[in-house]
């Protein structure tokens, strides 16, 4: 394997110990939460026909200035008019990532401004952003290639379908919270993982996949789950609520096998079931470098993923201006300690339920239950977001009518 210039110029790792040291450094990075960031994805159709393919050379068009180079190599990548970039993910989808923002009301106005720039580029090219977490009228198809790509669609195949599903069909709403005080950061850790079947339950909005329903509330996070449990699994475990985030999710990182093995090259494919810690004892020609091990972890895909910030990934795309409930719904119960520790004690008795929640969403009592407990708690903090009027008042009404979806499904 040849290795690029880039990656001769990063740390090589000689040991578990120094691979621990960097993951810490890396992922963790404590200190009072004071930001949040979001991350929204769409499918993407035809406005006349949203069953038609959308092939890579019209988002190109469509994207213009602000096209990634995955589709446009020499194009500036120009970030939009709220501050957020653009990338396409293997199956055409849209994604925009906001700049982290100290307010929330601040963050819903840029990337509503991002949104709206998006929605008139598309629109003028015959587009349309989709309104699910899955597309529901195509079947998974590649849109964009390349050595990333191709090497997690070979070994997700190793598995079955779940990865093809995944890369090529489905949506996410990703909310990014920081990871908090040293020591409040393990029962954040614990309460953001616990929140979230019921939350997945709560704005579950996958059930049409390929012109047909899937029998799942969200087959958007039944393919997650079902691609590989080394790669997909919860970090955290309510059988082991009290271990440290540190070395959990070290020992998870090291654990994994490898999804890319970067060259310059076109094939990445990795030799089958090879882990870091496998890398780390020589199972490989050369050792990782600090730039292999950061690399590794971006292909990682835990519902909770810490990346210096805790990155929340188990939501579903929501249709409209409805991304900004779960969002606002996270930031409140994250607002200040006593209501996190709440939070926490009224999901704990759920917070395996990842199945479930996805299999069933709210028609599942316990999560039912729970989701509708949770908006209380969110309700009652929303005033701490310090939102504009207008947007508290929207926002309190969308959070209202979630509960009371809620509260429908156990009664």
């Known amino acids: 394997m040849v290795m690029s210039p880039e990656l001769e ?11 621990a040291r960097h993951i810490a450094r890396i992922c963790f990075k404590t200190g009072p939460p004071t930001f949040t960031g979001v991350e929204l994805e769409w499918t993407v159709h035809d406005g006349a026909d949203p069953a038609r393919p959308v092939d890579r050379e019209r988002l190109r068009r469509a994207l213009g200035r602000h ?24 199956g055409g989808q849209v994604e925009i990532s906001t700049p982290p923002r100290s307010s929330i009301g601040a963050l819903i106005l840029a990337t509503e401004a991002d949104i709206a720039e ?22 998974p198809s590649p849109v964009v290639e390349t050595p990333r790509y191709q090497a997690m669609r070979c070994v997700f195949d190793r598995r079955g379908p779940a990865g093809r599903t995944m890369m090529y069909s489905t949506a996410g709403l990703q909310v990014c ?4 005080e040293p020591e409040r950061l393990a029962e954040r850790w614990a309460a953001v993982h616990a929140v979230g079947p019921p939350l997945l339950a709560a704005f579950a909005t996958a059930d049409r996949h390929a012109g047909r329903r899937t029998g799942w509330a969200s087959a958007r996070m039944a393919a997650w789950l079902a691609i590989d449990p080394a790669r997909t699994r919860p970090v955290w475990s309510p059988a082991r609520p009290d271990r440290d985030p540190v070395a959990t ?31 780390l004892a020589g199972a ?45 719904v996270l930031a409140a119960l994250f607002a200040d300690p006593g209501t996190t520790r709440t939070a926490l004690s009224v999901a704990a008795p759920v917070a395996d ?15 039912a239950e729970a989701a509708a407990a949770l908006f209380d708690l969110a309700l009652a903090a929303l005033p701490q977001l310090d939102l504009p009027a207008g947007t508290h008042d ?15 499904g156990y009664r």
């Open 9 to 19: 110029r990063t740390t090589v790792l000689q040991d578990t110990a120094g691979a």
């Open 67 to 90: 096209s990634p180079v995955t589709i446009g190599g020499t194009s500036p990548a120009e970030p939009l008019a709220g501050g957020g970039s653009v990338t396409v993910e293997p």
């Open 118 to 139: 998006l929605t008139a580029v598309l629109d003028a090219a015959g587009l349309a952003l989709g309104h699910t977490g899955i597309d529901p009228w195509r079947a």
């Open 177 to 180: 919270l920081d990871a908090g």
């Open 249 to 279: 999710w070290t020992e998870y990182v090291l654990a994994a096998p490898l999804l890319c093995l970067r060259d310059d090259g076109p094939d990445w494919t990795p030799p089958p079931g090879v882990t870091f810690a496998d890398w």
């Open 284 to 328: 490989l020609p050369r050792p990782p470098t600090t730039d292999d091990l950061e690399y590794h972890v971006g292909t990682l895909f835990p519902p909770v993923r810490p990346r210096g910030y805790l990155e929340v990934r188990y939501l579903d795309a929501q249709p409209g201006r409805e991304w900004t409930l779960p969002l606002a």
């Open 353 to 367: 339920r990842w199945h479930p929640a996805a299999r069933y969403g709210l028609a599942d009592r316990p999560l």
């Open 394 to 408: 929207e926002t309190s009404r969308g959070i209202q009518r979630r509960r009371a979806a809620a509260e429908r």
